[in-house]
Structure formats: structure tokens, C-alpha cells
């Protein structure tokens, strides 16, 4: 979330801000209710240490009385002190509750975009950042989609997916299994080249978790939630490696910290119906391959830069044909201050499909998770964090089947090869 002193000393920037996001304009009404709230917060809080500051004064007198042998006036002082607590009790009642009325105000802001996030309100006015230079793909007429490619080949199977759990579960086998344990082991492997240790984190969260990387609240209703055990399933390995430092004072020494990890990710995924996510194009559940940055504040951008050239090379290597957007205001995550979007073409649907975001969100989810270090100056400051999917397996998958379609069969990428074990599948 936001800082509250970022939010009083900047108010115009965060409206500007809210604005290029094309927030409703009651959002301005909760960013005035927050300063009014932190006013009376600071009040309260100014009342109470003047407060704790003549109870002090006030135990010291009762001391030296007592010292003296005046009984009779220091406890005359102490019913004084008695009175000053209950009058203190309900002012800091009023304390906590001012506090947790605040925090969820805050907790209705989105991050403030980057300078370079241009204004718009969905997909249609993100911008291109970097194009694909080539010619796109083209294929013959008879070319196939990756759905009919995966009964032909026998690669996954989303009728037994429905069987066993409901529609958008996919269940690969044989080849396709192979394929998509091999892209795992490959994104995990290149990362670990990187310098990112591998982690292998719960697949379930608590509350405080999804809270810390902005998840929860969930106000587009996303995540799967287990009543009984108040726990969450994971949208994404973000959340549970983010939190691996949620309340901690991390060692300025150790920066950056690089982490990495393959999980599950469960999405409810509403939406649309027909060809555009047909398939693996959406589904509740798929594999993906995260990587997470803690940043000192003036090294996050270079950060995100070297994740962008991490995730092109990739998509190079897998010889996938792809361009990154930038995201316009109205299309960023509500904790993003800037995300990139890299998209890959799909020669046989003719449409690009988005495989990854990379995103810094600054010290919002940070501010949220109180994750600090100390700096020179023995100055606790509030890290940068990043992540980006590294990548995202279920378009991949369906790209690759797709785009390597001949009539020999579907050709397996180089790179891939030494981890299927086998080079096409036919």
C-alpha cells in the first residue's frame, strides 16, 4: 500500500496518478478521508504521550512521597494516575480503532503508476515497447489449433480434465507431459544461470500472505478459498516467495535478493467464451515458473530491465516469435507501478497471446509486508519488489505445439531437446 507520509506530501501526484489509472472519482473522497483519518489518528496519538509523559512525572512524585513517608498524598496521587489511565483507556481505544479504519482505507488504493504509464483504460491503450522485428509466421490453411493438435498427438486431454476436477483443468500425458516437465526444468535452470535460488514454497497462503502482495483484498474474485482453513490457493508463486520475508530487516549486504520458483497456479479465471480461450489459452490451473527481486530503491529499474532481458531470451531461444507491451494505466495490477507484457504469436489462432508480465511494484507491496533494510545511515528503508513470470507454460505450450507443426510432426525446439529426450513428436 501506498505510504501515508507519501500520500500527505504528495497528494496532487497521487490523484495524477489515479487518474492515468482511470480510477472511479470517488477515489478522491478515500484519499481525503485518509489524510482526514491520519489527522484524527495523530491527535489521538499526541493526546496519549501527553498523556503517558504526566503519568511518568506523576510515578516519580509517588515515589519520593512514599520515600518521605507521606502515605496519605501519594496516594492521593495515585488515584490521580488511576483517573488519568481510565481516561487514557478510552482514547486508546479510539487509537486502534482510528488506526484499523485507516489501514482500510489505504488498503482501496492501487499503487501510483510510473511516469512512463501512459493514461488509458484496458488492453486496447497498452503500447507497444518493443515490436517483433521479423515476419510473423504463416502456415498453411490446414494448420491446426493446440487443441486439435493434443488429440491427433495425445499430448493433453481437457475432457478428462473435466472428469476428474471440472472444465479449465488440463491433464497432460505422455509426450505433452514430458514437453511440459522439460519447459519447466529449462526456465529453472536458466534462472538458476542467473543468479535466482530455487524455492519450493506452499501452494497454499494465509490471509496475512495475500494481504502483503496485494492479492487480497480480492476484488476481482480470482483466488480459491478454503472456508475451514482460512487459507488461499496460490494465483502465483509470487505470493508465498514475496512473503518469505514479510516483517524482516533484510542485510543491505545481501541485496539484491534473487529467488525462484515452479508451482501450480490457481485462477478462477472468469471470463469470456469461444476460440480466444479455448484450449490452454485460460484455464483455472497451470504451471509457471516465477522470479522474484528485493531491490534497493535506486537499483529497481536496471532490475527490471535485466528481467526484461532475462524473459527475451527465453522466448529467443525457445524460437517464438514475440513483442513486450507496456501497460497502460487502467490495465496495470492494482500493486504495479509499471508492468511489461510479452506476448508470443500464434501462427496457427493468428493472435498474439500474453505469456508473461514483469513488474516493480515499488515499495507498495513492501509497505504492506513492513519488509525493510538499513541502509549506510542505519536508516530503516523500505525495499523494492519485482517479479515476472519466467515463464508462464500453458500458451508457451500451446505456441510451441502450434508454430512447429509439420507434416513429420510437431518439431521440439533445440534448447528443449536435451530434456525431452526426443526432438519431435509425431
Not at 201 to 220: M, Q, R, Y
Not at 225 to 236: A, F, H, N, V
Request: hydrophobic share 35%; with cysteine; glycine share 6%.
Amino acid at each position: 500500500m501506498l505510504e501515508l507520509s507519501f500520500i500527505s506530501e504528495n497528494k496532487d501526484k497521487v490523484l495524477e496518478g489515479l487518474e492515468r489509472r482511470c480510477y472511479p472519482s470517488e477515489t478522491k473522497e478515500i484519499i481525503d478521508a485518509i489524510l482526514k483519518k491520519n489527522e484524527d489518528r495523530k491527535s489521538l496519538q499526541g493526546f496519549l504521550d501527553v498523556k503517558r509523559g504526566e503519568i511518568n512525572t506523576l510515578s516519580g512524585q509517588i515515589g519520593d512521597l512514599f520515600k518521605s513517608g507521606k502515605q496519605a498524598e501519594a496516594q492521593a496521587l495515585k488515584e490521580q494516575v488511576s483517573a488519568v489511565k481510565e481516561e487514557m483507556g478510552d482514547k486508546e481505544k479510539q487509537l486502534t480503532e482510528a488506526e484499523n479504519e485507516l489501514t482500510q482505507l489505504l488498503y482501496k488504493i492501487p499503487n501510483v503508476p510510473h511516469p512512463s504509464v501512459p493514461k488509458g483504460k484496458s488492453e486496447e491503450d497498452n503500447e507497444i515497447h518493443i515490436p517483433y522485428k521479423g515476419d510473423l509466421p504463416v502456415m498453411e490453411e490446414t494448420a491446426q489449433p493446440h487443441w486439435e493438435l493434443a488429440k491427433k498427438y495425445q499430448l493433453f486431454d481437457l475432457e478428462l480434465g473435466v472428469k476428474i476436477a471440472g472444465a479449465g483443468f488440463p491433464l497432460y500425458r505422455g509426450k505433452g507431459a514430458k514437453l511440459e516437465r522439460a519447459l519447466i526444468n529449462y526456465f529453472l535452470d536458466e534462472a538458476d544461470k542467473r543468479g535466482y535460488e530455487e524455492i519450493i514454497p506452499p501452494l497454499l497462503v494465509n490471509e496475512a500472505s495475500g494481504i502483503g502482495t496485494g492479492s487480497l483484498p480480492d476484488k476481482e474474485g480470482q483466488m480459491y478459498y478454503m472456508e475451514k482453513d482460512d487459507l488461499y490457493l496460490i494465483p502465483t508463486a509470487e505470493v508465498p516467495v514475496t512473503n518469505m520475508y514479510r516483517g524482516d530487516i533484510l542485510d543491505e549486504a545481501k541485496l539484491p535478493i534473487k529467488l525462484t520458483g515452479y508451482t501450480p497456479c490457481f485462477r478462477r479465471e472468469a471470463g469470456s467464451y469461444g476460440a480466444h480461450v479455448r484450449g490452454l489459452n485460460r484455464v483455472h490451473q497451470f504451471n509457471k515458473v516465477e522470479i522474484v527481486r528485493f531491490e534497493k530503491p535506486e537499483n529497481s529499474y536496471a532490475a527490471l530491465e535485466d528481467m526484461l532481458q532475462h524473459v527475451s531470451e527465453l522466448l529467443t531461444a525457445l524460437e517464438l516469435p514475440f513483442r513486450v507491451l507496456r501497460l497502460c494505466g487502467g490495465d496495470l495490477t492494482f500493486a504495479s507501478a509499471l508492468t511489461y507484457d510479452f506476448e508470443v504469436y500464434s501462427a496457427a489462432q493468428k493472435r498474439w497471446l500474453e505469456v508473461s508480465s514483469v513488474s516493480n511494484f515499488e515499495t507498495f507491496q513492501s509497505n504492506r509486508m513492513k519488509t525493510r533494510y538499513k541502509d549506510a545511515n542505519k536508516k530503516k528503508q523500505l525495499v523494492h519488489t519485482l517479479n515476472g513470470s519466467a515463464l508462464a507454460l500453458a500458451r508457451i505450450m500451446a505456441c510451441i505445439l502450434e508454430n512447429n507443426q509439420t507434416e513429420d510432426g510437431i518439431r521440439i525446439p533445440a534448447v528443449l531437446q536435451p530434456y525431452t529426450k526426443f526432438d519431435i513428436i509425431k
